[in-house]
């Protein structure tokens, strides 16, 4: 792939991502929120194929898009009623917040293109990463990976348990 | 020029700024729990954009696992935080955050 294709896709992308985020984020429509991030997700495991992590791409759009937005829609359509037309999301501290919004970007804009300092290395990440992945899983990282799976396991009894329908109550 | 047409650490980082300049947003200024969710999976897909990026420049495997864990607590928090928000539906018959006072006097 030429350098000039490279750039080219890699603009696009980035560019779904950001302006997808942004859509999520000033629009006031619930259901609308819930599908931008949709591609916000995805812009995302694109940068991640960029950034040669292509196991985490996967990763991403199986439990981000397959799981966690399918629990997003979920819970708005439990909490919204659809048919009502034009439901919005009231906002609030609307000034502190665009204030922290463009100071936070701008000091980290700042702080990112005023150090030059960033020393690549020689050796960067190449190609696919899966088999490094499966290593350092098993063998550096096994007593975090075991401690993720109880967390895991414990989260969703827990969530079955709190969110579950209540038959005797009331 | 140069720095525009060479996608390096910097590029990525931006894309990161932004993400995390979102969620900030949403999570500080929306009154819908869920919207105020999907704030937090932006800061944390931000968070995982720079993991990976300064991993991918440094050559080592730690980001792109730290990336693997963050994806996993993200799942487990999303589990946990929509019970909770079915929760305060049933009891307060909505998800505004601003109107859960009950601890107020």
Redesign the interface.
């Known amino acids: 792939m030429s350098?000039?294709t490279?750039?080219v896709i890699?603009y696009l992308f980035?560019a779904i991502?950001?302006c997808s985020?942004?859509f999520?984020?000033f629009t006031r429509n619930?259901i609308y929120?819930?599908f931008s991030?949709l591609f916000?997700?995805f812009g995302?495991a694109a940068?991640?194929v960029?950034?040669?992590?292509d196991?985490?791409a996967v990763?991403?759009v199986v439990?981000?898009v397959g799981?966690?937005l399918v629990?997003?829609l979920?819970?708005?359509m439990?909490?919204?009623s659809i048919m009502q037309a034009g439901q919005k999301?009231?906002?609030?501290?609307?000034i502190?917040?665009?204030l922290?919004?463009?100071g936070?970007?701008g000091a980290?804009?700042y702080t990112?293109?005023t150090t030059h300092g960033?020393m690549?290395?020689?050796?960067?990440?190449q190609g696919s990463?899966v088999e490094?992945?499966g290593f350092?899983?098993m063998s550096?990282?096994v007593l975090?990976f075991e401690m993720?799976s109880i967390?895991?396991l414990a989260?969703?009894i827990?969530?079955?348990f709190?969110?579950r329908f209540d038959k005797s109550g009331k | 020029m140069e720095q525009l047409t060479t996608i390096g650490l910097n590029h990525y980082l931006t894309i990161s700024a932004f993400l995390l300049g979102f969620g900030l947003f949403a999570v500080m200024t929306r009154k819908n729990a869920i919207v105020v969710l999907m704030g937090v999976e932006l800061i944390l897909n931000a968070a995982n954009i720079n993991f990976l990026a300064f991993s991918k420049y440094n050559g080592g495997m730690e980001g792109v696992m730290f990336a693997l864990f963050v994806i996993v607590i993200a799942a487990a928090e999303a589990a946990i935080a929509l019970a909770i928000v079915i929760n305060i539906y049933k009891i307060f018959k909505s998800v505004d955050v601003s109107s859960i006072d009950t601890l107020k006097e």
């Open positions: 350098n000039t490279y750039t890699f980035a991502t950001v985020a942004a999520v984020v619930v929120s819930a991030l916000t997700f995302a940068l991640y960029f950034l040669s992590a196991f985490i990763t991403q439990v981000y799981g966690i629990l997003l979920f819970g708005v439990f909490t919204n999301s009231e906002v609030l501290h609307i502190p917040g665009i922290l919004l463009f936070m970007i980290m804009l990112f293109y960033w690549p290395s020689e050796t960067p990440l990463i490094r992945i350092e899983t550096r990282y975090p993720v967390l895991l989260a969703l827990g969530a079955a709190l969110a």
